[in-house]
């Protein structure tokens, strides 16, 4: 399985006054990790959309908090490639903090690949191999 | 079961570059949901974090998104209590459009009680009532 | 001068762990305020981006903070309309808590039309009357 | 003048649906900014908040929009120190992509230290030196 390694530092817009990470956040650096993903697949998931008006909606996200993420912390979000078809890709997430000792939580998305009018297509031939198919 | 219905116009600053509303802007929703919901079972969460200090920290998170939200669309959240204990509680959102018309998204989040340390409580017994505990 | 009056109520989202609004969240509210300013003076601001490919983009913000909003408060968006000619226009904004008793913020934003490729245009005429031109 | 570089990439959740950067992330930005100035002054902001109990509270922003960014565009944020004194701080930012090659915003912010309780404070004396006072 396909997993790459993001780093990212909590920025202070990102906490509430919980004093912890905001939980809609997660879902913005799942977000972060799969476009690095994609460009560890080998394309850049902004030419996808420009060049080819293929575009990954999202059809369901899910988010496991485990333990509070805080301001400053460095966070490593692993992305994996769960897995791919040519209607829809499913992407996993695991973030940890203090160099991976903590976990402080896990996700999945599922998305499906549409035009730029929000109807599925299928994936065109020449992404097939980079996700695997 | 206990449902609040929440009015909310979607903001520019909401939708993303595909036009639509960016995915995790739908937690940010259902916070609004749950807060209003507290609200209609008779007590402000604001009150309970401030004053009793027990705050719900969210345990898990989920979304299935149907259809796009668009600007300036007028979104009905439907809140709901699932279900509720001494330590947890989970609320169930329905999101439509136009009226009700078109579905837009339907999600659940988990919660536990905790104190300002973050560390898990039992829901103060003035609240368990309004709860239906 | 033309003012429109905004009723929001700040979001759990919108603070931060300093346990007030988060700064920049002042601006998408002015954003809320200028939308609804839009539709106080005849026509929505949704329909001139799809209908006419008429953009605000925004030239210049700036932001006085005067005293900090909490979770939960009601806050007053005053928006006013402060000068426009066919290529930009200015908008002002005044913003209160506790039914205008307190003033939290003054602001002002200044927007050039464009085109969706963003590069100038000049106002169509159909919208000069509602600007007051 | 003491100037620190930051950089950064735009994320999907940053744009609208005009297709650029929304104008309130750049406030976003500055904040990076100025966290990772502190950290090359000598001192972790999130310290200064925890141990020492003083906070930046903005008394002012500004921005002013030069040209758009776009999602995966790689930003440079160049902060510097303007003026400090010990009840206040003032940051200046120049934000640029393509290697700084095109300017696309410029902005300044305006801070009072404050206590936890949001009163103004003096900035202690073992910060003064950092802030070259």
């Given at each position: 399985m396909f997993i790459h390694q993001t780093l990212l530092r909590v920025r202070?817009?990102?906490?509430?006054q919980m004093g912890v990470v905001y939980y809609a956040n997660y879902l913005v650096w799942m977000e972060v990790g799969r476009v690095e993903l994609c460009q560890s697949l080998g394309f850049r998931y902004r030419d996808m959309e420009k060049?080819?008006?293929v575009l990954l909606a999202v059809a369901e996200a899910q988010c496991r908090y485990l333990s509070p993420a805080r301001f400053d912390d460095e966070v490593i979000v692993e992305t994996s490639l769960k897995n791919a078809g040519a209607r829809l890709v499913r992407f996993g997430y695991e973030m940890s903090v203090e160099n991976g000792a903590r976990k402080i939580a896990r996700g999945e998305t599922t998305h499906l690949f549409v035009g730029k009018d929000m109807r599925p297509v299928r994936l065109p031939e020449k992404y097939r191999a980079l996700f695997g198919l």
């Amino acid at each position: 399985m396909f997993i790459h390694q993001t780093l990212l530092r909590v920025r202070y817009s990102e906490t509430d006054q919980m004093g912890v990470v905001y939980y809609a956040n997660y879902l913005v650096w799942m977000e972060v990790g799969r476009v690095e993903l994609c460009q560890s697949l080998g394309f850049r998931y902004r030419d996808m959309e420009k060049d080819d008006g293929v575009l990954l909606a999202v059809a369901e996200a899910q988010c496991r908090y485990l333990s509070p993420a805080r301001f400053d912390d460095e966070v490593i979000v692993e992305t994996s490639l769960k897995n791919a078809g040519a209607r829809l890709v499913r992407f996993g997430y695991e973030m940890s903090v203090e160099n991976g000792a903590r976990k402080i939580a896990r996700g999945e998305t599922t998305h499906l690949f549409v035009g730029k009018d929000m109807r599925p297509v299928r994936l065109p031939e020449k992404y097939r191999a980079l996700f695997g198919l």
